[in-house]
């Protein structure tokens, strides 16, 4: 399987996956998507990355251990419901911003995209520590 | 008069001011190490003087409840209420705290952690005066556990000694255990009664006692009670927990804490009490226990065992008080409760400094120190004038009014007033031999040369000894504010103040009856001591015995069932999940009847939906008849894409898409497992396993089809489909209808979730971790990792 032509390939397609991912994860509020499939997907990216270039190399590319990501988005999915404190509504509610672009298009920014981004991370830190932690070779330690 | 909200405020401040207080313990310990125990002080004395002021209030018999919104929708209150009993133990607790706090920094003077016993001492007694201040039964139950805490703490805070975790756990386990039980009662209570407030349930005495909830309900708030004031058989931990530094015994196991029981039994006497249950179960409980106690005290030598087990002794007073309920024996156990609190707190200071200044608190060992400890001699011999009841002390009063009991003449009375005697004569005997026998007679040496003990350690059995005097000398005026009120609210209409010297034969002809047996088994104390030690070396098991044996079975049941459940044969896991499942699947149609029918026409199928079957069940065959456990896990995928094709052909991309991916990662999962655990190439099974599994397999298929079936004959209510299509785009911004409802409409849901994901992200990383070293290895390494941090902790230490 880790053929010259897949270790060649390999790095192009994780990028390209991770940027796929988040393109998924941003239009996922009114299109197929969404946070969960953007991280399984984001996963997958850096499993094959593991596979063909080495867990070692992945683990330095990733610079945090996976698992701090699925922390991080618990923390954000968390955090994007205390917003609703500041304005005095319930836990979690969701709260939008339109913010007119100059070309006439509408930006939404919104707490239930932040909470989105939240599951993305924990999908993707999770998953990704199974999948390297199984990759890794006992030897390597 | 309905207090102002400021009012309300400042209650609420009472309770949590010495937590506050708590926090900066230690960092005023550290900016004034010397005079931190009278700085400290000033927040339990400032709590004294406001509950104080509204003394004048609660005598014109006044019930104050403070009220402030908490969680306003749903109209919980954070409620306090002050009537006549909480403002004597909110009294109690602030007062005697203040000199306990002084006391504390001259006992523990130099000890390392002295600005965490400040803390603990604090935060207990912010509980202690929580609990008695609350109104609604959830708070106070908070607060009750929070004094079990917190005395945990305390007990065991010289936590390197052995003896002292133990008792630590000990207390815990039995006042946290009933505590319990209390909450199950306080629940039931207010389920019955339709209100969690003491103060609404306090307008309906007997309301209780007719309800059919009432005997599960006395006997819940009874072991509550019982277990935290130290009723037999429940009395074993207290002695236990003398353990603790002495201005611990004297705050939380004399005056404060062990009364808790007896303050929830005075609270709840109008709202349970007056039964038959109540007049018989107390008195009897409360009776068994003076007696025992008091007997066990003089079988004591050393002085801090003596004073304990004279409290348990007192305890069981109380309770048998509150049991008899009758007018009298309500104000008598108001009486005896304050006097009680006032020589025992003092006493056990006293104590203290004998020990501090000694080097021991063994009665034998000590002798003829007056002369050098002349105030401590003093604040002694005053405390033990009260504890035995001896004119005009307050606990004289206390004495006349138990015995006026007997004036009814009713045989169970008289039975009470007997006991009483008894125990106040064996409490009297006890409270002399530490008053006299230390201070008098020829001096004996001591381990170290004894001198006057320091002002902050004689403040407070000084004043507390003379409090118990001059509480009898202006009885008339403590009875009008503290125990006409306190035994007005105990006993649910108004006891009037009856209190001053008169001179009524029954009383005082057992009170001379009671100082005439006193004097006498003091007089022939070691001849008591060595009959009851000949007795105790006989009866050598006891309920502090039956803790252990019970906390040892307890961890042997523990370890047993583990070793049953927990057998590490994952097939076994396997097939216990899926018999599980066949169970929960198959019972529910078998037990109402509604097995689907099986449906008579095959569905109606376009080519290319039956292509996707095909291509399912060709992967199913695959699946079974693979020739190795990788072709399996890989057809297993086929299964997986075939119904990810099925979802995107109904028009549910969203589902298909997330599908594949899951399966994917999956089977990439699986086939990494496979290679770490180093299993076969092939799975080898022998054919009754194949049958076995093979059986279940199919049992689980056919009733998940079932169920399916089931499912789809009967009509979907489209109720929410139809609230969430239609409000999808107005009210949440979004056309992806499965993603809205996720990330907005049940967000809570799915952030319980990502944390689960979390969690066992984490716990799956860590089992990895442990397999790639190997059992053997990974213990191995945890062994080595606790002894490197420990060596390096006592490396921290020794270099601080």
């Known amino acids: ?141 | 008069m309905i207090p102002t909200q400021a009012q309300s405020f400042s209650m609420l401040l009472v309770a949590i001011a010495p937590f506050l207080t708590a926090f900066v313990a230690p960092l005023v310990k550290r900016f004034v190490p010397q005079h931190a125990g009278w700085v400290l002080a000033l927040i339990p004395a400032s709590i004294f003087a406001y509950i104080f002021s509204f003394i004048d209030l609660i005598a014109q018999g006044e019930k104050l409840r403070f009220a402030l919104p908490w969680i306003p929708m749903l109209g919980i209150e954070l409620s306090f209420y002050l009537d006549g009993l909480s403002l004597v133990f909110g009294l109690l607790i602030s007062g005697i705290g203040t000199f306990i706090v002084i006391y504390s920094g001259g006992y523990l003077s130099g000890h390392q952690h002295l600005g965490r016993f400040y803390a603990f001492i604090l935060m207990f007694m912010g509980s202690m005066l929580g609990l008695v201040l609350a109104d609604n039964v959830i708070t106070l139950f908070v607060f009750w556990e929070l004094t079990s805490i917190t005395s945990f703490l305390l007990i065991g805070f010289d936590h390197s000694r052995q003896a002292s975790r133990r008792a630590a756990i000990q207390a815990l386990v039995i006042t946290g255990g009933g505590g319990l039980l209390l909450l199950a009662g306080l629940v039931l209570i207010g389920f019955s009664m339709g209100t969690l407030d003491i103060s609404t349930m306090l307008q309906y005495p007997g309301f209780m006692a007719e309800h059919s909830a009432y005997l599960p309900v006395f006997i819940l708030v009874l072991f509550g009670a019982i277990t935290k004031s130290a009723q037999v058989p429940f009395h074993f931990w207290l002695p236990n927990a003398m353990e603790a530094p002495t201005p611990v015994s004297a705050f939380l196991h004399s005056a404060t804490m062990v009364k808790a029981g007896v303050y929830l039994l005075a609270r709840f006497n109008p709202i349970l009490g007056g039964t038959i249950e109540w007049q018989v179960t107390l008195p009897i409980l409360g009776g068994i226990t003076l007696i025992t106690g008091a007997l066990l005290a003089l079988r004591q030598t050393d002085m801090k065992q003596m004073l304990a087990y004279t409290t348990m002794a007192s305890l069981g007073m109380l309770v048998m008080l509150i049991g008899a309920g009758s007018k009298e024996a309500i104000l008598a156990a108001m009486l005896f409760l304050v006097a009680h609190s006032f020589y025992k707190g003092g006493l056990f200071m006293v104590v203290g400094a004998i020990d501090h200044e000694t080097g021991t608190r063994d009665i034998t060992e000590v002798s003829g120190i007056a002369k050098e400890l002349p105030i401590t001699f003093f604040g002694a011999a005053l405390a033990a004038f009260s504890m035995a009841g001896l004119p005009i002390s307050l606990g004289f009063f206390a004495k006349e009014e138990i015995y006026l009991i007997a004036k009814t003449f009713e045989w169970q009375h008289w039975l009470i007033a007997i006991v009483a005697l008894v125990g106040n004569a064996l409490m009297m005997a006890a409270g002399a031999a530490i008053a006299i026998k230390p201070f008098l007679g020829p001096r004996i040496a001591t381990p170290k040369s004894p001198h006057e003990a320091p002002l902050s350690m004689l403040a407070g059995p000084a004043i507390l000894a003379v409090l118990g005097i001059a509480a009898g000398v202006f009885i008339y005026q403590f009875g009008d504010w503290f125990f006409s009120p306190s035994a007005s609210a105990v006993y649910n209409h108004k006891v009037s103040n009856h209190l001053g010297l008169h001179f009524d034969p029954i009383p005082l002809g057992l009170s001379i009856a009671t100082w005439a047996l006193g004097g006498l088994i003091h007089w022939k104390l070691e001849t008591v001591r060595d009959i009851l030690r000949r007795i105790a070396r006989v009866w050598t098991w006891g309920p502090d015995q039956g803790f252990d044996q019970f906390m040892f079975g307890l961890v042997r049941f523990a370890d047993w069932i583990t070793r049953i459940i927990q057998h590490g044969r994952l097939e076994l896991y396997l097939i216990l999940v899926f018999v599980a499942l066949a169970g929960a699947v198959y019972a529910p149609m078998v037990l109402t009847g509604s097995i689907p029918p099986m449906p008579d026409v095959l569905p109606q199928l376009r080519f290319q939906e039956w292509g996707v079957l095909l291509i399912a069940a060709l992967g199913l065959l695959a699946v079974v008849f693979g020739r190795t456990r990788l072709v399996a896990i890989v057809s297993l995928g086929v299964q997986g894409f075939a119904v990810a094709l099925i979802f995107l052909l109904l028009g549910a991309p969203d589902l298909g898409f997330t599908q594949f991916m899951v399966e994917t990662l999956s089977v990439v999962i699986l086939a990494l497992v496979m290679t770490k655990l180093h299993l076969d190439q092939r799975d080898n099974r022998v054919f009754e396993e194949v049958i076995r599994d093979g059986g279940l397999a199919l049992v689980c298929g056919i009733g998940l089809t079932m169920l399916l079936l089931a499912v789809l004959q009967t009509d979907l209510d489209t109720t929410l489909t139809e609230f969430f299509t239609k409000t999808s785009v107005p009210i949440a911004h979004g056309r992806n209808i499965v993603n809205v409802i996720l990330v907005d409409y049940r967000a809570i849901d799915t952030l319980g979730e990502i944390s689960v994901v979390m969690t066992a992200g984490i716990a799956i990383l860590a089992l990895i971790r442990i397999r790639a070293g190997g059992p053997k290895r990974g213990i191995g390494a945890i062994k080595k990792a606790v002894k490197r941090a420990t060596s390096s902790a006592r490396k921290t230490r020794s270099a601080s």
């Not at chain 1, 969404?34 to 190399?57: P, W």
């Open chain 1, 1 to 141: 399987m880790n053929t010259v032509i897949f270790r060649t390939i390999a790095p192009y397609l994780a990028a390209l996956m991770i940027v796929f991912s988040i393109f998924v994860l941003l239009r996922g509020h009114n299109e197929p998507g969404g946070g969960f499939i953007g991280g399984l997907i984001a996963a997958s990216a850096i499993a094959i990355y593991g596979i063909s270039a080495g867990v070692a190399e992945v683990r330095r590319a990733l610079v945090f251990h996976p698992i701090t990501f699925a922390g991080f988005g618990v923390f954000i999915a968390a955090l994007s419901g205390f917003m609703s404190l500041f304005v005095e509504v319930p836990f979690l509610k969701g709260l939008w911003l339109f913010i007119n672009l100059s070309d006439g298009s509408e930006l939404a920014l919104s707490t239930p995209m932040l909470f989105d981004i939240g599951v993305y991370f924990v999908v993707l830190g999770a998953i990704s520590t199974i999948a390297l932690a199984l990759e890794e070779d006992e030897d390597d330690k």
